[in-house]
């Protein structure tokens, strides 16, 4: 009844703060920040990858050139061949790759590869179902299991290789006779009177060549060297993802991953193969041992190794022991800040990234993948840079609800669970076990969000706010002593702090009133400027 009661108040006080914040930041945002913005993104950096010579031998020319073939430019490549599109893709490297990231597709992901007509391109991989994760905190759970009622018994997350999908990915769109794979390393986009005409690359001999295309897209990676050029890219770099796989074991529920709040680093499992359970461990940029002399070995078997689950920890410690089974990956966080850029656009990692910890990466790429096919299938010719680079500037909005969602939940989700010094963390990680303990609307809204299932803003800021009140009332139960009401205000006070940058980062007014931008308003070019 108590509970009730906090959580009643919660909604009350989370829906008031809420708006609140919401209309000031939208007044803010619309009356500054957005004619700099327009201002801004009409400007080519000083220093890119734009190169104005038409040098190198001219390979032709093609519709739309797509530079990267992992999860978003293969997809990209196949829906837009299905749509009768010359695509030509150059990919770094067509060898086998060997990742530690994008293992994880949401069960919203799922649906987008639905829609792509991509679904089979998990089959045969040996991938698991994936029906949500189980944090765990001093001996207490809360499962998040997505809610998947509605929906048909194939609809759920699967975890894989992430080689192995891609792979499929690529033999798919290769299996269509407009679209081109090829290996090489594209150095430069082309540029004329400021619209991008094609690419600079050099193939596997080494050998520079021309590419001319209608449309370039950039989806080559959260190593872009050509993102540069297109955007604002301010890159942070939060922690790192210390990655190896554990054979010989099993964890309690093979359909759930596990996340693991402990002290000094969050650790992560879930299983890739029915043989395998992929471990990632959370470490500090500022604390990361050295993995070539050994101080990484010595770090996870000493501080990390005690925090794990009994049943996985004689193949913790073989899997470190190991050679050359632990990988180190970069959790990399960037908005998306495009540049107004005639004859290019970016995709993927390239555009906008997100900390790993929720596994988002791919759902949010195939959504955008989604989007961009929309956006282009009514365009039968991309001739006019100009013309069809102003309709597409809708994207950056309509691309909002899912990928703010999941962005925002992955950086919060890592700042709460991460370990920390300061005893208001600590409440708050209670805090969060406790509101997904209550179950119903609670923990299936956030397990929705999470997943992709209900991509919204407005629904994520409301439980946020509601389980930063409903820590508060944990701490003023069950008589709001002084002490109480200090800690239950630090409380909300370091909550406000974790939610509030994140949420402007994201981008107030694209995210909760996205009819005050005028790139929503897309319509068709008409006929005189552009052939529909």
Request: with cysteine; net charge positive.
């Given at each position: ?43 080519f950096p000083k220093e890119n990858r734009i190169n104005k010579n038409g040098s ?216 890739i193969s029915s043989t395998e359970i992929r471990c990632m461990v959370d470490v ?100 006019d840079a100009s013309v069809v680079c102003k309709y597409l500037q809708s994207f ?137």
């Amino acid at each position: 009844m108590v509970e009730q009661y906090t959580v009643g108040v919660a909604v009350v006080i989370a829906s008031l703060l809420g708006f609140v914040f919401l209309y000031y930041n939208s007044l803010v945002r619309f009356r500054g920040l957005g004619k700099l913005k327009r201002r801004a993104s009409m400007e080519f950096p000083k220093e890119n990858r734009i190169n104005k010579n038409g040098s190198g031998e001219d390979v032709g020319t093609t519709d739309i050139i797509i530079v990267g073939a992992g999860v978003a430019g293969a997809a990209l490549a196949y829906s837009l061949g299905k749509d009768g599109r010359q695509v030509r893709v150059i990919e770094r490297d067509l060898n086998p790759l060997d990742r530690i990231a994008g293992e994880s597709l949401m069960p919203g992901g799922y649906l987008k590869l639905i829609e792509l007509g991509l679904e089979d391109c998990v089959d045969e991989i040996d991938a698991q179902r994936n029906q949500g994760y189980i944090p765990y905190k001093d001996g207490k759970n809360a499962p998040i299991s997505y809610p998947l009622e509605k929906f048909q018994s194939h609809v759920v997350g699967k975890n894989f290789h992430n080689d192995r999908f891609v792979r499929r990915l690529r033999k798919k769109a290769e299996s269509l006779h407009n679209v081109s794979l090829e290996q090489g390393t594209v150095t430069s986009l082309l540029e004329k009177n400021g619209t991008i005409k094609g690419v600079h690359y050099k193939d596997k001999s080494g050998q520079i060549l021309t590419a001319y295309a209608s449309l370039t897209v950039v989806c080559d990676g959260c190593f872009s060297n050509l993102r540069r050029s297109l955007c604002n890219p301010k890159v942070d770099v939060p922690s790192y993802f210390v990655g190896f796989i554990l054979t010989n074991c099993k964890l309690s529920d093979q359909n759930y991953g596990a996340i693991i709040l402990a002290d000094p680093s969050p650790i992560v499992f879930y299983p890739i193969s029915s043989t395998e359970i992929r471990c990632m461990v959370d470490v500090p940029s500022q604390n990361l041992p050295s993995l070539s002399n050994g101080e990484m070995s010595h770090y996870l078997k000493t501080l990390v190794a005690l925090n794990v689950f009994p049943e996985t920890y004689d193949s913790f410690i073989s899997a470190i022991e190991k050679k050359d089974n632990i990988k180190i990956m970069p959790n990399r966080i960037m908005a998306d800040a495009p540049h107004r850029t005639p004859g290019a656009l970016l995709i993927g990692d390239s555009l906008n990234m997100r900390h790993a910890i929720t596994g988002g990466g791919m759902t949010v790429a195939l959504s955008d993948v989604v989007l961009r096919r929309d956006l282009l299938r009514p365009l039968h010719d991309l001739s006019d840079a100009s013309v069809v680079c102003k309709y597409l500037q809708s994207f950056y909005t309509l691309r909002k609800p899912m990928s703010s969602t999941i962005n925002i939940l992955a950086s919060v989700l890592h700042k709460v669970f991460s370990s920390s010094s300061d005893p208001t963390i600590e409440d708050i990680q209670h805090a969060c076990i406790g509101y997904l303990r209550l179950g119903g609307v609670f923990s299936s809204g956030l397990s929705a969000m999470i997943s992709g299932l209900c991509p919204r803003p407005l629904s994520l800021a409301f439980h946020l706010f509601a389980l930063a009140i409903y820590g508060v009332g944990r701490l003023l139960l069950p008589f709001p002593s002084p002490t109480r009401l200090w800690n239950g205000a630090k409380l909300f006070w370091v909550s406000s702090n974790i939610i509030f940058p994140i949420i402007h980062f994201e981008g107030v007014r694209q995210m909760f009133f996205p009819l005050t931008v005028p790139a929503y308003y897309r319509t068709l070019p008409r006929n005189k400027d552009l052939r529909v």
